[in-house]
């Protein structure tokens, strides 16, 4: 299904029909909120991540597998590669503020923190956790269906005020792998994951727990954002093109809460990183 609820433009916090979007359908979309030397900025920041956790990899030792993908504690992140045997490729990094001073910043742009201080239900926001998603050109593997909240269940208490953004750093379409949701999921609180595949197969949300044709393809061009509920199902497609599709997934939480993956608070907005 394509995707029929977006916001262009609006930049501050949210309106009342993206109030009802987000309690009805469990995300919401604005559509090139930031400009395109912006996002170049961001672009070349997330592959200055990628190079530092590159060289961080040549000396680190923490490998690990689960059910074949591989990780690496490396650079203060978890990284994970490609699926792929033997791939040197970079799939995920978290978090990766740490290792840019532009996507740092980010994290603190109104356009951000203006939003999320309606969603988060708090006038004081915090980061909870980020990640640096890199679908590269026909190696890009899919992200299967799953919610975010039953993997933070066992670390937070208010699982509902732990919302996402996505930025998209290059344009995103149902070739390349574009980041997808099935409406109305949130609605169903955490849903049963996947028994008897593996470790992470609790992980991922069983399909019977929810109807595959409310699935929507966000499709929008470099510098969208979407908002999205950790209790909504969310996954995307392998990338088929010949061009990458990046996206960096901010959550941000009520503001003096330690992150996730960080023994440390990370205030946002008018605090910044102080």
Known sequence: MA???????????ITDAERRAWEEDGFFLRKAVFAADEIREFGDA???????????LLGANERYAIDGNVYHEAGGSTVQLEHQPGSRTIRVIEPFHHLDERLNALIDDARLVEPMRDLVRSERVALFTDKLNLKRPREGSR?????????WAHFADEL?????????LDDANEENGCFRVIRGSHRKGMLPGLEGEGRLGPLFTDPRAFDAADEVAC???AGSLVFFSPHTVHGSQPNHSDTRRRALVITYQPGGRRMFKVDAKREAGEAGAG
Do not use: M
Not at 46 to 56: G, L, T
Not at 163 to 168: A, G, M, Q
């Open 160 to 168: 509902d005020r732990l919302p996402n953004v996505l930025v998209t």
């Open 219 to 221: 499709t929008a061009p």
């Open 3 to 13: 995707l029929e609820r977006s916001q262009t433009a609006h930049t501050g916090r």
């Open 46 to 56: 997330a592959e200055r991540c990628v190079a530092r956790i590159h060289d961080a």
């Open 143 to 151: 992200f299967r269906w799953h919610q975010d909240s039953p993997y």
